[in-house]
């Protein structure tokens, strides 16, 4: 059983190599819902990692690296490759800043804080959302260039020790955020689903848990430096 856990998380790797067959063949839509496969095994693989004690029963395998790896090719990689190949910015800086997005995520992903379990769980800094970045990019067409402010600024905020909420795992609002979140997830997966189309109100309403989840990030984060 510990081995299938592990199996079901590296099966995210496959998701990441769709996503790419995806994006050559001109397929934006197929892309992203690749990348919603490999975000479903990501909120579901360390429940199950925790259910069958992988740690106690294989202690020399580190799962953990394993799904850093996986996450860096979902979250972060294949979205660098939809920032150049879907022309989402300016030409003149398509791959400085798909360059920025892999090295500013490859800095989070290797920092020891990256995942604090302290009173609560938290991401620190920006932590690395590119894929869902990328799909609210898409839907709202803007131009190029607000596109590139947008993503250059999460790019900083990968380094601005701001704590964000771990969604499966930080206590604080916990039922709260896995409904909202569930709700959110289903939401733009219709968005998604729906493309190339993005009319309608789904994609605003696939705002709300960005927004209590940015809300109630900055609110912990605040709560605990006044408590330092």
Do not use: Q
Request: charged share 10%.
């Amino acid at each position: 059983m510990a081995w299938i856990a592990h199996l079901y998380t590296a099966l995210g790797a496959g998701t990441a190599l769709g996503a790419v067959l995806a994006l050559d063949a001109g397929d934006l839509r197929g892309t992203f819902l690749w990348l919603v496969v490999a975000t479903a095994i990501d909120a579901t693989d360390g429940v199950l990692a925790r259910a069958v004690r992988v740690k106690e029963r294989l202690p020399w395998f580190d799962g953990a690296t394993l799904d850093n790896l996986v996450d860096f090719l979902t979250y972060v990689f294949v979205p660098a490759l939809i920032v150049v190949k879907a022309r989402l910015v300016p030409d003149s800086v398509a791959v400085p800043l798909a360059v920025a997005m892999l090295v500013s995520s490859g800095y989070g992903f290797s920092r020891a804080d990256a995942k604090v379990a302290t009173t609560d769980y938290f991401f620190t800094g920006f932590p690395s959302y590119w894929n869902i970045a990328c799909v609210y990019l898409v839907v709202w067409n803007l131009a190029p260039a607000v596109n590139a402010a947008i993503l250059g600024a999460l790019v900083v905020l990968v380094f601005v020790p701001i704590r964000y909420v771990y969604p499966s795992r930080t206590n604080t609002w916990r039922a709260a955020t896995i409904v909202l979140g569930a709700t959110w997830a289903v939401l733009l997966s219709m968005v998604i689903w729906r493309l190339p189309a993005t009319d309608g109100p789904w994609p605003w309403l696939a705002l709300v848990f960005p927004i209590y989840y940015l809300l109630l990030s900055f609110k912990l984060t605040a709560a605990e430096r006044a408590a330092a």
